[in-house]
């Protein structure tokens, strides 16, 4: 009923930028959250960024300054900017995102395949 994809992760030297892009297609009536997280090899998975549905934003403390969220409410998509990339950001990126399928009553959250991220010299 719903999909979400992503793209834009890749290999890039430290320093560098690039683009996430999530996009939520499907039977959606409304969408509330959608923000990232990531999961590096052996840690646990972590909150990266979140914008709610009336804009409001939340950065983890490591990304804040250099990452930035945004959503496009009409193409249902969901954004990540990430500029000065350290080693340390390298991880597996995951969209997630708080939505109403038609015809429920209640919101549920979903989460894309994961795009990986790797930031090397």
């Known amino acids: 009923q719903v999909q979400l994809v992503e793209s834009g992760g890749g290999l890039v030297q430290p320093g560098g930028s690039l683009r996430l892009s999530c996009a939520a297609s499907?039977?959606?009536?409304?969408?509330?959250?959608m923000g990232w997280y990531r999961q590096a090899p052996g840690k646990q998975r972590e909150l990266v960024a979140v914008?709610?549905?009336?804009?409001?934003?939340n950065y983890a403390d490591s990304v804040a300054g250099r990452f930035t969220i945004s959503r496009d409410n009409a193409k249902k998509t969901v954004y990540l900017q990430m500029n000065s990339l350290k080693p340390e950001d390298t991880a597996v990126y995951y969209c997630?995102?708080?939505?109403?399928?038609?015809?429920?009553?209640?919101?549920?959250?979903?989460w894309g395949k994961g795009t990986l991220v790797t930031v090397s010299s």
């Open positions: 997630n995102v708080d939505l109403t399928v038609i015809g429920y009553w209640h919101a549920m959250d979903y």
């Open positions: 499907g039977s959606i009536s409304s969408i509330n959250a």
């Open positions: 914008i709610t549905s009336g804009g409001s934003i």
